[in-house]
């Protein structure tokens, strides 16, 4: 086996002596911000109690409204002369979350995304085409450094415009990319519908996050593009990508524990889930210096994969997202994800990449359409050709979801595309 790092090889109890030791070291640091300070001491949660990795349940939470709330310095625990970038999270209302980084923090960051895309077999003689937005988001600057800092040459095409993205591919001969996975069906479809065959592009390897999507989407990526897709996972609040990544097994994704340590918690009650059991992520910094974040929930939905994994790697695994609490849908009384949706429409060859679940209310009742967008090929079918879909639709997503919702069906690229990440519920009941 092949690492990229000397802490990849580590055996748990090295893990885990490293995370009580860092985490002492944190918690330190973290103290030297007057927000953490006060909050610390108020809960006993002082370097002399948290001794070691039992002690991390004395630290009280930290959650994104605590971060808004001290936007934009109240977290620094060095002087603003030590900061040398600052990113935002991508939440759209409100007043954002921002995290700025010391020039150390940004080196321990570039090594994580380096050797997370390292063990998805990237290497320094890939053509490297980043295809996430630059700026303030995460994705791009964070990937950027990860893959250069491996030696690969990087393209830093940034989000969007298909034919460029295409024409860089094709004179740099790009072998990986990194891209949303609502964007990749939407590249690929693109291309197809030009009479391209991405197929034949010497890509070899995609990176794909930065928002939720099934195994059935991987799978249609995978088959589109003809290559191998691993799942990336992290938040601004983290650094960003590379806290979290798959490995070519392909079966969930590994935490950097050296980096992070990971729990899982019941949402409402605040207690550890048994191992294997779907909870909210809860994360805290290791490596961070300039702004340390201790035990920050992420409100993403996860469980830990029990088990070896058999790349020899020791550091635990996560199952890929199943959504953020936030997102989870209660029509008439029952918790729905739009995961379960796009899990049942995915596996229609009929339909294309993009779908739209809005909710509504009439008078008392609520309602859930899913607007689903079809194939070229498929919409020119016989009324009663589609009329049957339609309704096959609607029978699997009621088994699946336990309501029934309204299908319809819509012609290919009529519902909105988002150059970021992919708005896929719109819930008009409030309005
Ligand atoms: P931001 O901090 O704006 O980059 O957004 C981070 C959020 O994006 C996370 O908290 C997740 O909700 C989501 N996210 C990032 N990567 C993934 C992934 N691989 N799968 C599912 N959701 C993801
Ligand atoms: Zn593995």
Known sequence: ??????????????????????????????????????????????PDAVRDLADLTRIPFTTKDDLRNQYPYGLACVPRSEFVRMHCSSGTTGTPVAICHTQLDLNSWADLMARSLYMAGVRKEDVFQNMSGYGLFTGGLGIHFGAERLGCMTVPAGAGNSRR??????????????????????????????????????????????????????????????????????????????????????HGLHVWEDAYVPEIINPETGAPVPDGEIGELVLTTLCRHGMPVLRYRTRDLTRFIPGDCPCGRKHRRIDRILGRSDDMIILKGVNIYPMQVERVLMSYPEVGQNYLITLEREGLKDSMKVQVEIREEHFVEDVRVLRALQENIARRLRDEILVTPKVELVQHNTLPQTEGKAQRVHDRRGQ
């Open 1 to 46: 086996m092949d690492f990229f790092d000397k802490a990849e090889t580590w055996d748990r109890a090295t893990i885990e002596a490293t995370q009580a030791v860092r985490l002492r070291a944190t918690v330190e640091q973290a103290m030297k911000s007057p927000f953490y300070a006060e909050r610390l001491a108020q809960a006993g949660a002082t």
């Open 165 to 250: 993205q295409l024409k860089l591919m094709r004179d740099f001969q790009t072998t990986v990319v990194h891209i949303l996975p609502s964007y990749a069906l939407h590249l690929g479809a693109t291309l197809q519908k030009e009479g391209e065959d991405p197929r034949k592009l010497p890509l070899r390897i995609g990176c794909v996050g930065a928002e939720p999507y099934t195994e059935e989407t991987r799978h249609r990526i995978e088959a589109m593009f003809d290559i191998k897709v691993y799942n990336s996972y992290g938040l601004s609040e983290m650094n960003g990508p590379g806290v979290a990544f798959e490995c070519q097994a392909q």
